[in-house]
């Protein structure tokens, strides 16, 4: 019994040796200085995020798109670039990123991952010509938008990161929304290959709920990424 005792009290240390670790570097995090700017780009394109899946829940609201839907979403995308290419400049010239500077391009692309296949969704309506959308439709992009502001919140909350378990419950939120996103799309597959008789109608369809719910999975990208940096510096 005195030898367990005695190996207990050897591998004690350990997780106190973690934690030190640990705290050490979280304390390193708030002290080093940081770019503030950098926290600007990747608000401008968690903003442009929301702005362009608010466009594209309205383009479904009315797919004739007569106020130019997918034209403001190509412009958002395009923005969207811009910002990408500004952070991958200021990653050459400061030298306090962040983050590691592999995490600031892992972040900034995720994001803009999502506004792509925004873009590739809204294109698809007006390319494919589709004239009327189902419910499941609408629904897969209220959960996208959601998803969105969900991020938007959570990246607002990296400059100070004071409330790193407020960022995790976000991520969980987002994580939560494209499970349902899951769920939506497969019953919706189900009664599409049911009830549709318009093959053209079946393809234009399976084709722009697999894009809609492609954007929950690039939300749920960037939600991982800001976990691994509270993980890491919360």
Known sequence: MS?????????????????????????????WPRDARFFILFERQAALCVQSLAALAALLADVRDPDGRVRDIEAIEKRGDAVVEDVRLLLTRTRFPPFARTVVHELINRLDDVLDVAEDAAQSLHLYHVTAVTSETVRLAQLALASTERLQEAIAQLRALRSPRAILALAREVDALEAQ????????????FRDETDTRQLVKLKAIYELLESVTDRCKDVGKVLEAIVLRHG
């Open 181 to 192: 996103a899951d769920h939506v799309m497969r019953a919706a597959m189900a009664r599409l």
């Open 3 to 31: 030898a367990h005792l005695s190996e207990c009290n050897v591998a004690s240390p350990l997780p106190e040796g973690r934690e030190r670790r640990t705290l050490g570097r979280k304390l390193r995090w708030h002290l």
